[in-house]
Every structure is written in C-alpha cells, then in structure tokens.
C-alpha cells in the first residue's frame, strides 16, 4: 500500500488528504512543520510528499534537496497558496514532480497525486542502478543535482545534447562527463571552439581535406568529424557557426555521411554530437542569424547549467577542494580558509563563473604567500570592492538619504507611515522632553538598543503589509519596494509565513 506524506501547516488540509487516502486505501502520514516532516521522511518508506512551501520553521522549497538525496527518493508535489513563477521554476529545477497553487482542484490534486505513484512504483524496474562518474563536478545544491539528474539521462541516449549556460560553468566538462558515462566512453572525446576559426578553417577542420585542395594543403587530413568516429564530437560555441557551415553540417548530421575539402568521395562517421552556448540560439533563429532546423535538430535533449550565484550553497565545496588542488601543484602545505573570506567569496557576484572563482583563488593563493590561512585581504581589490559597493548600495537603499535621525522625509519615515505611525511622526511629541518620551511606541520608556526598535518596527510593518495586500504576494513587492528574495527573508527572520 503506498504512503503519502502531507507536510502543511493547515490542518485542513491535512484532514482533507487523510480522508482523500482513506478512500484511496493510501496510508497517510501529516505533519504541521518542515521538522517534523524531514524526521518523517528519514524514518518512513514515503512514496509521494505533498509540500507546502511557506511553513512555520522554513520554506519547503529549501528542503527539497534534502528530500531528493534519500535512495528511492519519494516523488514531491509543491502546494503553495503563493503563484510564484520564481518558486516553480525552483521546484521543477529541483526534481519537484508538481506544482500546484491551494486551492486546486481536487481532480486535479488527485490526478497529479496517482501519476506521481504510478511513476514512483515503475521507476526504476528492471534497470540496475549505476553510479554517475562524476570527475571534477563538485555540489550537492538542487540546481546542479537536478543537472547532474538529466546528465545520467543523456548519458543512456544516443541523440544530440545541447549544454547552455553563461561562460564559466562548466559546459565542456559537462559534455566529457556525458561521453565518459556512455556506451562510447572507449571511442575519442574530439572537442572543436567554433568561435577560434575562420569559415575556411572551420570547415577544413571538420570535414577534412585533400592534398592540394587548398593553398598549404600538403597532405591529406581526415577531420575532426572522422576523427570521432565510434565516440563524440562536441562542438564548443556552436552558435558562432557560419551559416555556410551550418546548412552543410545539417546534412552531416542527419546522413552522418560528409565529404572533404577537394574529395569526390564521401565519407562515412557514426559519431554522437554534443554541443554547447552561452548565447540564445531560440533568439537567433528568430533573428535569421541560426538556422532553425539545425537547432531543432541540436536541442533534441537540453541542459541548462545555473550560474554560480545561483548555487552559492556549493561555492564553499568548490573553494576548499581547488584549494587543496592548487596546495599540491604547487608544494604548499595545506591553507586554512578565514571567515571573512568565505563570507567574501559568497556575496560576490561571479560574472565569470567558477572559472573566474578558481582564477580568483589562485590570485589569493600567490598573495598569502607563505600565510597558513587566506583572508578577504588576499582576494584581488575588483572582488572585495564590488562586494564592498553592493553592501553600501543596499544600505542606501534600507536606510533615508541624508537622514540623520527619525525626522527624515523618505527611506525609514516611509515604511513607518505605511506602518501607521505617519501621525506621530509630525507629531510635536517628537521632541522629547525631559522624561526623555518621544511619542513613539517603544520609546516612551527607556531606550531599547537600535536593533530591538529597528526590529521592533520591522515586524510591525511585515504585519501591516501582509495585512493590507491580503497575502499578494506581487502586491507586497510593489508595496514594499522590496525584492522577493528580500521579502522572503525578513519574513523568514521573523517567523512570519503566508
């Protein structure tokens, strides 16, 4: 008999899928906070778990990792009173099955819940489970997880892999993992940078040529397309392509059949493509700058790679383990990490990727010197300065221009008229007298510390926002002027769900 876990603060809900099981013939488990839910999930053989996302002690979406890890992991529908595209995107990117905003339907619920099962109980059946090589692909965050879930899938295929993602992600190592993972890992790994060649060279190098059929063409040369025969040929940067390259390897493509430079004869490659972008080929294609049916033909499985600000959970893996890589190649006893430093390298915004983090690192390697521990100080200026610029920019932002004290036209004077507070700050009982009362509440006594009051205030405005905009969640963001993983935040700080 399957079991389904329902983890959801509203015990209506709850009640509603325990009698929804009951006439099922499902065993039901319910829990009210995420806490209880994960000890559920480790200590019960769970099939599916309905999630909530805005729980009292967390956010279901930060769990799903955590859920996912387990051996036969249950199949996870997110319920949420929010219709949040970010938060379903977040969902589907970590492995969720579903998504679905309260109140849906019950047929719908339930059609979702029975597929989820079915899928659950087929999965895997007749199939032996083969670990992943994974060299070199470090992380254990939902995005790169959820990578990693569509690199063994593709690793069992034998069609097209187009790989996107922003420079620096690690895309031609992605390509090799799939190709070491395949049933052509004994054939070659034949790697070509579309955008470091001329039209002429480009073709050259694909296709090969003949003695003679160009000017410096000494000898005949088979190609990098032949050279592939039997294993993979990734082609790195393919939109910088030619179009006249483009129409001749979709042919290329689809016969698997070619004929070199200067040759009348044709030559015949069994190879299995994988490509990879940082640019919009969709975009392309509708600007006529891609040809669109070589793209049809190139995405028919797609990997996209995050980029690293979108995985910081991994950053510290990814520091400590280069670290230790950079120690041994150059003959360096073991380096400490300083809190500072990490604290640096997870609010920077890593433009270049992890390529630009393991550059990064070396630079702060090479200025320690012979230090047994790096600190910020050792990170290059552009790194500590942009960090350093965002706090002050955010700090602009939370804080009123020019405000000296709580008598400012902006910043904080707004978010405390918006909390019902306005009156009393044009009051005259600001000025204090000699008891030392302001008028202000929590202040008519003795002074708290700046962070109490400014607490204090903040929850009092959380209140009234969630208050006044009926738990919209676009309505707060507009209301607010925050930005939503801010808002997320602050309510997360304070306990607060929606």
């Given at each position: 008999m399957p079991t389904i876990l329902v983890i959801d603060d509203d015990p209506e809900i709850r009640d509603t899928f325990q009698s929804l099981s009951r006439r099922m013939r499902y065993d039901f488990l319910g829990a009210g906070s995420l806490?209880?839910?994960?000890?559920?999930?480790?200590?019960?053989?769970?099939?599916?778990?309905?999630?909530?996302i805005r729980l009292p002690d967390g956010n279901g979406l930060d769990a799903l990792p955590d859920i996912r890890r387990r051996d036969n992991a249950p199949e996870v529908i997110i319920l949420t009173g929010?219709?949040?595209?970010?938060?379903?995107?977040?969902?589907?990117?970590?492995?969720?099955?579903?998504?679905?905003?309260?109140?849906?339907?019950?047929?719908?619920?339930?059609?979702?819940?029975?597929?989820?099962?079915?899928?659950?109980?087929?999965?895997g059946l007749g199939v032996s489970t083969v670990a992943l090589r994974r060299e070199g692909i470090l992380g254990s965050g939902p995005r790169i997880t959820a990578c990693l879930d569509l690199v063994a899938q593709a690793s069992r295929l034998t069609g097209p892999v187009l790989i996107t993602g922003e420079t620096g992600t690690g895309k031609e190592l992605m390509a090799r993992t799939i190709h070491q993972n395949s049933t052509r890992a004994q054939g070659e790994f034949v790697a070509v940078d579309c955008a470091s060649l001329t039209e002429t060279l480009l073709e050259s190098t694909l296709f090969g040529h003949r003695k003679g059929s160009f000017t410096g063409a000494d000898q005949d040369r088979p190609?990098?397309?032949?050279?592939?025969?039997?294993?993979?040929?990734?082609?790195?940067?393919?939109?910088?392509?030619?179009?006249?390259?483009?129409?001749?390897f979709l042919r290329v493509l689809q016969e698997k059949r070619f004929r070199p430079v200067g040759s009348s004869a044709e030559v015949q490659s069994d190879f299995?493509?994988?490509?990879?972008?940082?640019?919009?080929?969709?975009?392309?294609?509708?600007?006529?700058?891609f040809r669109q049916d070589l793209l049809y033909r190139l995405k028919t499985f797609v990997i996209s790679l995050p980029p690293l600000r979108e995985r910081r959970e991994d950053i510290k893996l990814l520091t400590l383990n280069h670290l230790d890589t950079l120690c041994q190649r150059y003959g360096l006893p073991t380096k400490g990490v300083g809190t500072d430093f990490s604290d640096m390298l997870l609010a920077y915004s890593w433009p270049g990727n992890v390529r630009e983090l393991f550059g990064v690192l070396e630079r702060a390697l090479a200025a320690s010197g012979m230090e047994p521990t790096l600190y910020a100080k050792h990170l290059p200026p552009e790194v500590r300065l942009q960090v350093m610029k965002a706090y002050i920019?955010?700090?602009?932002r939370e804080e009123t221009p020019g405000q000296t004290g709580l008598t400012g036209q902006s910043g904080q004077l707004g978010r405390?008229?918006?909390?019902?507070?306005?009156?009393?700050?044009?009051?005259?009982?600001?000025?204090?007298g000699p008891s030392g009362n302001t008028g202000l509440p929590g202040l008519s006594g003795p002074l708290p510390t700046l962070k109490a009051f400014k607490e204090a205030q903040e929850r009092q405005y959380l209140d009234a926002l969630i208050l006044r905009t009926d738990k919209d969640l676009q309505a707060m963001l507009d209301a607010s002027g925050l930005s939503?993983?801010?808002?997320?935040?602050?309510?997360?700080?304070?306990g607060m769900g929606l």
């Open positions: 806490a209880e839910g994960l000890a559920l999930v480790h200590a019960e053989q769970v099939d599916v778990v309905l999630l909530d929010l219709g949040d595209p970010d938060g379903a995107e977040m969902a589907i990117s970590g492995g969720a099955w579903d998504y679905l905003v309260k109140p849906a339907p019950i047929k719908q619920t339930m059609l979702s819940l029975t597929r989820a099962l079915k899928y659950h109980k087929e999965k190609g990098l397309v032949k050279l592939a025969d039997g294993g993979t040929l990734f082609l790195d940067e393919v939109g910088e392509m030619p179009p006249a390259i483009q129409k001749a299995r493509l994988i490509t990879a972008t940082n640019r919009d080929l969709e975009a392309m294609a509708a600007q006529g700058e920019e955010r700090g602009r405390l008229e918006q909390s019902g507070l306005s009156g009393q700050l044009h009051s005259p009982a600001l000025q204090a939503r993983s801010h808002l997320y935040a602050l309510l997360k700080k304070h």
